[in-house]
């Protein structure tokens, strides 16, 4: 017996130190395989709690997303009254109507802007710091809006909060793919849409409650939160073994793994898909290598359709959808509601999308978006051509909440999913970077012309404008891909290089 715990002593001893012998921290017992103990397992305790605090993030972005609906009705109260009499020194009654296009839309230009220059900062500093840079702002925007005693330092607030929504639209889906096993990526890729429809939900529920500044000062909360969390994880293994620091990247993939995986063959892996890959990718090679050429190709319209669904047109007719269908509801109380529904929906979503798959999730929810778009465009053709629809008026809230329900569980969360998957890690901090570029500009272009088109083309034109991009989007996910769950990163590269 004794013979062998010297041998297996010996074993343990020699591939700790063979792991990277020319490392001095190699030898830490942390890197330990226990290989011929027949105990490898993994742990994915610490891959959702990892994943979970850096969507911190997004339930920082929700929060900014959604905090003009509850506060620019109290920016427009008509009275003497400030809206917190302690904290700000904006008189309502300054607040104007080009001052709310400003407050509402320097969110999307921010975020436009700061998303570009995380994909470099990513790559020179590492995913975990520049989520830790990226995280500074949003504290300084809400501390800037809690105590803004001017126009001017909402705009400033405003367009801050707008970077950091950028920045972590980029870091957060990669730092998640960098991390996650093969078997639950899919479920960890979902969580940061799902942890923005409750930054969203929170500010629909406490800003029905509560004056604006001290709605302002709770979303601080999250932040700083997020900063505190941010320094007890990891860097990802994938940066680590990019910058050739082999144990490191054993040792990160010891604490979100577990002690007891098989570190070595996980390593390896990274490093072979590293291998097939430039470790200093110009900016040119996204588009001259087919297959980063195709994801970002991909990556964009899922985007560009995500946006040009309409779910930003349907949610600002919540309020009288709700009313056609004879509810007395306020508009609060609507926009909980909807709120409710996105997070039950989009948690449904990470439950499914590992046993359902990404393809068929996108094609149920385009189909039946685009069926409740069309739907409600013939509804709204039939107000306002002055036919009685009373009788009808359950049918739109049907629809709308059909729609939201799909939504949430398809071309909300996935194409933030696939925009990981999709890239290898040599070009995937810029291509990331350029999605998310173009979905915001997508967001700015849908809300700065969807007033136009009310104006010009009627309610039933618009919505069957974007049952038009639906119907699109089903034809293109049914014909142009193919399902990427379970498949590893080389896998899905020779589907997108045509190999």
Request: charge should be neutral; proline fraction near 3%; charged fraction near 10%.
């Amino acid at each position: 017996m004794d013979s062998d715990k010297v041998v297996r002593a010996m074993a343990r001893w020699w591939q700790t130190v063979s792991q990277e012998d020319t490392d001095v921290t190699s030898h830490n017992p942390m890197l330990y395989d226990p290989l011929q103990d027949g105990i490898v397992k993994t742990s994915k305790t610490r891959q959702y709690l990892a994943a979970l605090v850096v969507c911190l993030g997004a339930v920082a972005a929700g929060t900014a997303l959604a905090w003009t609906s509850p506060v620019l009705p109290q920016l427009s109260y008509s009275n003497t009254t400030t809206a917190n009499a302690t904290h700000s020194l904006v008189n309502a009654t300054t607040v104007s109507n080009a001052t709310h296009t400003w407050v509402s839309s320097l969110l999307a230009i921010g975020a436009f802007l700061g998303a570009l220059p995380t994909g470099y900062i990513a790559d020179a500093i590492g995913r975990r710091y520049t989520a830790l840079a990226m995280d500074v702002p949003f504290i300084l925007a809400w501390l800037s809006i809690s105590f803004a005693n001017s126009a001017g330092w909402l705009y400033f607030g405003r367009f801050l909060i707008g970077i950091s929504t950028g920045s972590f639209c980029v870091v957060a889906p990669m730092y998640i793919s960098e991390i996650a096993e093969t078997s639950i990526r899919g479920s960890l890729g979902t969580l940061f849409q799902l942890l923005l429809t409750m930054g969203i939900l929170f500010v629909y529920i406490v800003g029905s409650l509560v004056s604006w500044t001290t709605l302002s000062m709770l979303c601080l909360l999250v932040p700083i939160l997020l900063f505190f969390g941010m320094l007890m994880l990891p860097e990802t293994p994938v940066y680590l073994l990019k910058k050739g620091r082999r144990a490191d990247a054993a040792l990160s993939l010891k604490w979100l793994w577990g002690r007891y995986c098989d570190s070595r063959s996980a390593i390896q892996v990274i490093q072979n898909d590293l291998d097939q890959t430039s470790a200093d990718a110009s900016f040119l090679d996204l588009f001259s290598n087919r297959g980063a050429r195709n994801g970002l190709v991909i990556s964009m319209l899922l985007m560009f359709f995500q946006q040009f669904s309409g779910i930003n047109a349907v949610i600002f007719y919540t309020e009288s959808i709700f009313e056609s269908a004879g509810s007395s509801l306020s508009a609060s109380i609507s926009s909980i509601i909807v709120g409710i529904v996105q997070v039950i929906m989009t948690l449904t979503s990470s439950l499914l999308i590992e046993r359902a798959g990404r393809k068929i999730l996108l094609l149920f929810s385009s189909t039946v978006m685009t069926i409740c778009l069309a739907i409600l465009g013939a509804y709204f053709d039939m107000k306002e051509s002055g036919k009685e629809v009373s009788h009808i008026g359950w049918l739109p809230l049907l629809c709308m909440v059909l729609f939201i329900i799909t939504f949430s569980v398809g071309y909300g969360p996935i194409p933030w999913l696939m925009m990981g998957e999709l890239f290898m890690p040599d070009v995937r901090a810029t291509a990331v970077a350029l999605t998310v570029m173009v979905n915001w500009l997508c967001v700015f272009v849908v809300t700065k012309c969807f007033g136009f088109m009310i104006t010009d083309w009627g309610s039933d034109m618009t919505f069957w404008f974007f049952a038009g991009c639906m119907a699109l989007a089903t034809i293109y996910v049914a014909l142009a891909l193919v399902e990427t769950k379970g498949k590893t990163s080389s896998e899905i590269q020779t589907w997108l290089s045509g190999r």
